[in-house]
């Protein structure tokens, strides 16, 4: 009888052992951490100049400085857009799937510096722009900024986070 069971606890482990490993086979390299650190590093970059413009719209008297100050912020955050974009497509279907929900938030705070984006355009170009505008919009785009940060990270931690499995022996 133990001599059967011997076998029979063998046979389970060569089997376990001898199973394929139920992951599929990636093809491409896995760019989505360095994409995902990639765009905090943009999210830094920016909130560092939306602090620098909410305080520099302090002291600011002369409309035309608020205008060319605008086109600069318009400007600085133009490549966002294409940062976030490779971020996307570094990202696997599966990995959108892991993390959808956090995705979606991103998306949507992405959507917000992009409008941002265009109305800092717009008072570049606006002859009546008071400062004040300008200041509101460089804490607006703080506030989007700090949000999609976060979200940033949480899905950087949520895909970099190992995901616990069962003792392989290979």
Known sequence: MLRVMVLVGATLLSLTLALPDEKPVSLRADMSQAALESLGDDYSQLQQWANAVAQTTDTLD???RARALADQLARVMQ???GDFEETTAALSTSQLEQV???WERLVFA???VVLLQEQASSLGLDPSLDPSELQHL???LSAVLDFASEIQRMLLDELTTPVPT?????
Do not use: F
């Open 62 to 64: 002369s409309t035309e």
């Open 79 to 81: 490549p966002l857009e």
């Open 100 to 102: 959808l929900p956090l």
């Open 110 to 112: 992405h959507a917000g």
């Open 138 to 140: 460089a804490y607006q």
């Open 166 to 170: 069962a003792l392989r022996l290979s």
